[in-house]
């Protein structure tokens, strides 16, 4: 079955920089796009970014664009999420999701069919 | 930007009441409009996509309409395991993504 599994989360002074990684298995990770989401304590969801199947079209959130990086290496099933110049209002459970509607043969309707499990992100000095 | 606004955002039931929760789009969206499920400390599940279209192993009792601006989901009897926090989620205009608020289903 499908498993995304975040890891790379903890607290991290302003400023500084962290990054995430979300393993995949249970499916062919070549074909599917990939998201990060993440949740602010006791918020609602904010989607951060996205990155098509041949890692090169990749969308950003306004508030991390210029910080963030989304990448993926497929020889490891592995997304990633650099982030650099953390701010306090990062703070927040990332979630990595793949897209179900978007693949390397069609990408018109985009949905998450899986989640991973979160990881923490605690920016504080 | 897209903008999704959902009401109620919250909401009190009851087992086996039939719940409709509503989310209305700032500019018209076709039928790109998803809906999950999250429950306390979990991560979301998906439920219906593409405004109507069933998500594999969701029970029949959720159903997803509407197209343009106006979009609903409805739970036609509710069960104990339904009460959670549901958001809607716009993919017509990306970037970005935008999902609406949330409403939290309460038991009465």
């Known amino acids: 079955q499908v498993q995304l599994v975040e890891s790379g989360g903890g607290v991290v002074q302003p400023g500084g920089s962290l990054r995430l990684s979300c393993a995949a298995s249970?499916?062919?990770?070549?074909?599917?796009?990939m998201h990060w989401v993440r949740q602010a304590p006791g918020k609602g969801l904010e989607w951060v970014a996205f990155?098509?199947?041949?890692?090169?079209?990749?969308y950003y959130a306004d508030s991390v664009k210029g910080r963030f990086t989304i990448s993926r290496d497929t020889s490891k099933n592995t997304v990633y999420l650099q982030m650099n110049s953390l701010r306090p209002e990062d703070t927040a459970v990332y979630y990595c999701?793949?897209?179900?509607?978007?693949?390397?043969?069609?990408?018109?309707?985009?949905?998450?069919?899986?989640w991973g499990q979160g990881t923490l992100v605690t920016v504080s000095s | 930007d897209i903008q999704v606004t959902q009401s109620p955002s919250s909401l009190s039931a009851s087992v086996g009441d039939r719940v409709t929760i509503t989310c209305r789009a700032s500019?018209?969206?076709?039928?790109?409009l998803n809906w999950y499920q999250q429950k306390p400390g979990k991560a979301p599940k998906l439920l219906i996509y593409?405004?109507?279209s069933l998500q594999s192993g969701v029970p029949s009792r959720f159903s997803g309409s509407g197209s343009g601006t106006d979009f609903t989901l409805t739970i036609s009897s509710l069960q104990p395991e339904d009460f959670a926090t549901y958001y809607c989620?716009?993919?017509?205009?990306?970037?970005?993504?935008?999902f609406g608020q949330g409403t939290r289903l309460e038991i009465k």
């Open positions: 999701a793949k897209d179900a509607g978007c693949t390397s043969t069609v990408c018109y309707f985009f949905y998450f069919d899986s």
């Open positions: 249970g499916f062919p990770f070549s074909s599917y796009a």
């Open positions: 990155i098509r199947y041949n890692g090169i079209n990749k």
């Open positions: 500019q018209s969206i076709s039928t790109y």
């Open positions: 593409a405004a109507s």
């Open positions: 989620q716009q993919t017509y205009s990306i970037p970005p993504i935008t």
